[in-house]
């Protein structure tokens, strides 16, 4: 007889792992389907919303200014009077090329939004062979918490670019360490960690869950071959930044060349991440104000209880890590989490917590860790046994309480996004809403809203 096992053989020829959702009712496959096609239009309706209701800030002027420049011949590495911040202005235009003005500069972080969440979704379908669980957790994270819808229509230079970047290396990073070693997933790899140090320091936050993944599994990927196409793309995504700097003496590796604003410590910094950042990722805090959702009694104790689910699904996601023939990537992108707070209090701009521009990051790791670990953990309490016995059966059915979870998940967040955005077009200078043609009657210029 032959023996059941769970290793995938390593190399580019490696079998793709079951897909657990196979044998549930169709019926539940297409209401997760609806759902998330829902939250997709609901993402899209928000973002039209906030296109068409606020100005061009000077940031963004600045962007669309370089953009026009480089479609003229003129190239610039890094952002104007910056260095650092490079390579989503030349996205933008790109982008620009096609959907000239307000509009296309601001769909740049749109279109890199929308696919980070893709890659999260992808990510979480790796991690758990659950499509359910993955279009939810994408789902998701197009939508909340607020403060990336908010900036992903604020086209700022670096951010979104930095976390496709980022995300993208740690799924890749994944599939190569589970012994996915074809051209094109090293290539990938390589070029999203060059491309993304070129973009932004904001990268290190997906270096270190991308890092213990490669180093937890240098035995299935090593190889000569591998690290120099790994490295050598590295070095040619990152041959802007090294390129300008050699000509400045490597001005990027400067404190001076951090982004600065008001003085503040370390310490002070990794408080107003706990006190500020946090809440606002958790959907539980306004943008601008920092007021709680629902009134400071109930925010504070639905931070708590959020707080503690966190911590469980780290513990939970260290646990799962360390069980005999489980892979380490739900630990690193719990330790990507972990560091997080510490890695971003060593930037000295972000004591600027309103508008959350260096917060998005989070929410990103946070979806992908939770989604993956209940999942998980979820198909572990079904009971192995009897989860082997199913595999050797043909019967792959998966806990309905996965889809249900998913939905629950995702309407919670739409409510949150709801209240999040209704508070700030109600707040002070900003006119509240007319109705939804509004939304369309002032597409061509997002400063006729005001």
Known sequence: ?????????????????????????????????????????????ERLWVFSHLPILSDEAVVGLMARQIQHGHFTTFYWAQNYGGLEPYLVAAVT???????????????????????????????????????????????????????STRELGFHFVSLFLGLTMIYLAVRLG?????????????????????????????????????????????????????????????????YANVHSGFASLSLAAAPHGAPSTYRERLSIFFHQFLPLELGLKDLYTGQWVGGASLGKVLFVLACLVLVGTIVAACW?????????????????????????????????WLEDRYGVDFSFLLVALVFATVTTALYELAGPARHRARHRAGD???????????????????????????????GPGVTPATGFGAVFSSLPNPNAGM
């Open 1 to 45: 007889m032959t023996q059941l096992t769970t290793e995938l053989p390593v190399g580019d020829e490696a079998a793709e792992a079951p897909d657990v959702t196979h044998g549930v009712p169709p019926w539940v496959d297409r209401a997760v389907v609806v759902l998330v096609v829902l939250m997709g239009a609901f993402g899209v309706a």
């Open 97 to 151: 090329k096609v959907v000239p003005g307000p509009i296309g500069l601001n769909l740049t972080p749109v279109l890199l939004c929308a696919l980070s969440s893709v890659v999260v979704g992808l990510l979480v379908s790796e991690l758990t062979h659950d499509k359910r669980a993955a279009l939810a957790a994408g789902a998701l994270v197009w939508v909340w918490p607020y403060g990336v819808v908010w900036n």
């Open 178 to 242: 589970r012994g996915h070693r074809g051209t094109l997933t090293c290539l990938g790899l390589g070029l999203s960690a060059g491309a993304g140090f070129w973009s932004s320091p904001e990268i290190f936050y997906f270096v270190v869950s991308a890092g213990l993944v490669l180093v937890a599994t240098w035995r299935r990927w090593a190889g000569v071959r591998t690290v120099a196409v790994v490295a050598g793309a590295a070095l040619v995504g990152a041959l802007p930044w090294l």
């Open 320 to 352: 799962l890590s360390l069980r005999r023939g489980k892979g380490p990537e739900l630990g690193a992108l719990a330790a990507g989490v972990v560091a997080f707070p510490f890695l971003l209090a060593a930037n000295p701009a972000t004591n600027y």
């Open 396 to 426: 792959r059915r998966a806990p309905l309480w996965v889809a249900g979870l998913a939905s629950a998940a995702l309407v919670g967040g739409a409510v949150l996004t709801l209240v999040h955005g209704g508070a700030l077009l109600a």
